[in-house]
């Protein structure tokens, strides 16, 4: 199936670190992304790792990538208010051309 | 400067009308595509073309019809609409087919009456 999953929603303090995490169904998929919705907004992309990495940092940025688990994960390090927003994970499907599959999204609150 | 642009912002509507919503981007890619964004967030591919070649069509109903009439622009024309068009439509473009990164316009919400 194409279903990317996440959790809906995840509520954090100004300061702190935020996990968002992310399973995926195509072991094949060579790149897999992270994109923010602001409210009202288009989506922007974050990152991207691709699938031979288990770890990319840019900035208050780190990626995770369990290969053999499905499973990816964004932390953002000292979570800022500018960091609420939505955040999708998106895998590429090869299905002879490629595909971008998105999850469910996560809402993130941060607080101050 | 904008790099992937569309037109309207804002669309609201009768159901049965016909509408467009047009996408530009200034990025010199050759593919370009419509997602569509639901109530719940979720998004979905809906169309991808390549040098003005229709390379996806996700189960689509044959109403909504995308054009282009360059491979800078794919414009998106939707017949007899109904209340469950009501949506986000994202327009998006990459380098090519092989490149996956791709950018995101800033949407166009619709809304059906």
């Known amino acids: 199936g194409e279903d990317v999953e996440q959790s809906l929603f995840l509520s954090v303090r100004e300061g702190d670190s935020s996990v968002i995490n992310c399973t995926y169904t195509d072991s094949s998929s060579t790149y897999l992304y992270w994109y923010k919705q602001e409210p009202g907004a288009g989506l922007q992309l974050l990152t991207y790792?691709?699938?031979?990495?288990d770890m990319k940092q840019d900035q208050r940025l780190t990626v995770l990538l369990n290969k053999k688990d499905k499973h990816l994960s964004l932390r953002i390090a000292d979570t800022q208010t500018g960091d609420s927003a939505i955040y999708f994970c998106a895998e590429s499907m090869n299905t002879g051309f490629q595909k971008l599959v998105f999850g469910t999204g996560t809402r993130l609150l941060v607080s101050p | 400067d904008t790099a992937v642009s569309q037109t309207p912002k804002y669309l609201v509507t009768q159901m049965g009308n016909d509408k467009s919503i047009k996408c530009e981007q200034n990025l010199g890619h050759d593919t370009m595509y419509w997602y569509k964004q639901d109530s719940k967030k979720f998004l979905k591919i809906m169309f991808s073309y390549n040098n003005k070649e229709l390379i996806i069509n996700e189960t689509v109903p044959n109403r909504f019809s995308p054009k282009s009439p360059d491979k800078a622009h794919l414009n998106l024309h939707i017949n007899s609409l109904e209340l469950g068009d009501s949506a986000v439509y994202f327009c998006a473009s990459s380098q090519d087919l092989a490149q996956e990164t791709q950018y995101f316009g800033p949407g166009t919400r619709l809304l059906v009456l």
């Open positions: 790792i691709f699938s031979n990495m």
